[in-house]
């Protein structure tokens, strides 16, 4: 299995980045995926999830702000972030949660710059 992210790039302050994940090479489907962000020196940190059950969550910076959807092979997940700030400059990885085995995959990260 494979997490293929893709999206990244740079942005002035206030534009707009989708951020997509697939995972590849897998039938087992993955209801639980997410996008976690790091900066340099930084934990790594939450952006948003969909749950076990399927609902999207989001910490409070990316509320209001960012989207998280999936396609309807529930492997492939976006992150639709608006109104970017110089904050959310950071490395930003994809997630998945085999639900069978509990094993973590990654994906190789994709930058996000926000310029002022």
């Known amino acids: 299995v494979q997490l293929q992210a893709s999206g990244g790039g740079s942005v002035q302050a206030g534009g707009s980045l989708r951020l997509s994940c697939a995972a590849e090479?897998?039938?087992?489907?993955?209801?639980?995926m997410r996008w976690l962000r790091q900066v340099p020196g930084n934990p790594r940190e939450l952006v948003a999830s969909?749950?076990?059950?399927?609902?999207?969550h989001y910490e409070d910076f990316a509320k209001g702000r960012f989207i998280l959807s999936r396609d309807k092979d529930q492997n492939t997940i976006h992150l639709q972030m608006s109104n970017l700030k110089s904050a959310d400059t950071a490395v930003y990885y994809c997630?998945?949660?085999?639900?069978?085995?509990?094993?973590?995959?990654w994906g190789q990260g994709t930058l996000v710059t926000v310029s002022s």
């Open positions: 997630y998945a949660l085999n639900p069978l085995t509990l094993q973590q995959y």
């Open positions: 090479g897998t039938v087992i489907r993955f209801p639980v």
């Open positions: 969909f749950t076990s059950d399927g609902i999207a």
